[in-house]
């Protein structure tokens, strides 16, 4: 029996290339790797979020965990973030990173190769927003949010997209979720 793979995200025809939706990188295309798990926002569930968030986030300090494609990153660089640290430890992941903040001339991202988990348990670096979306039913999304609250400024929100409904562990309240296809997501805030 064949394993089913799913198929690759495609913008504008291209497949593995996403779109930055808004701000000052509106409508440039990244390209990323093909690579199990990894399955960017998509371009209406990424819209829904930054609703969520208020479109801008002049100076924010943010956090992409499990960057991957750098989608949500990117996307919040766009939008006047003032530095989000890129955590991804796979080597393809990480070049094509570097590749788009190239591009962009995002200067305001750092890209670190590193393991999500371990970082965060040696990290003391807070954020206004942390973006945890882990590869596709992985289940590190969990295991993440017990570590959250420490590195989140006060008032400061996480956003989750992961297979399974997402539940607010304690010190935490979900602000907003929904649905999108087999993927659930939520923006949490600290309490």
Wanted: hydrophobic residues 45%; charged residues 25%; proline residues 5%.
């Amino acid at each position: 029996m064949l394993a089913k793979r799913a198929a690759p995200h495609r913008a504008h025809g291209v497949a593995n290339r996403v779109r930055i939706i808004g701000g000052q990188y509106r409508r440039r295309l990244l390209d990323f790797p093909g690579s199990a798990g990894l399955r960017p926002t998509p371009d209406r569930v990424r819209e829904t979020l930054f609703n969520w968030l208020g479109q801008d986030l002049p100076g924010w300090n943010c956090l992409d965990l499990f960057a991957g494609s750098g989608a949500l990153g990117f996307e919040a660089a766009s939008r006047g973030a003032g530095r989000v640290v890129m955590i991804e430890r796979e080597r393809a992941a990480l070049d094509a990173l570097e590749k788009n903040r190239v591009v962009l001339g995002a200067n305001q991202v750092d890209i670190l190769r590193a393991d999500a988990l371990a970082w965060l348990a040696s990290s003391r670096e807070t954020f206004d927003l942390i973006f945890v979306d882990p590869p596709f039913d992985s289940g590190l999304a969990e295991g993440v949010l017990a570590d959250l609250a420490r590195h989140l400024k006060p008032g400061g929100q996480a956003y989750v997209e992961q297979g399974a409904a997402v539940q607010a562990p304690p010190g935490f309240i979900i602000q907003r979720s929904g649905r999108a296809g087999r993927s659930h997501f939520a923006l949490l805030i600290k309490e």
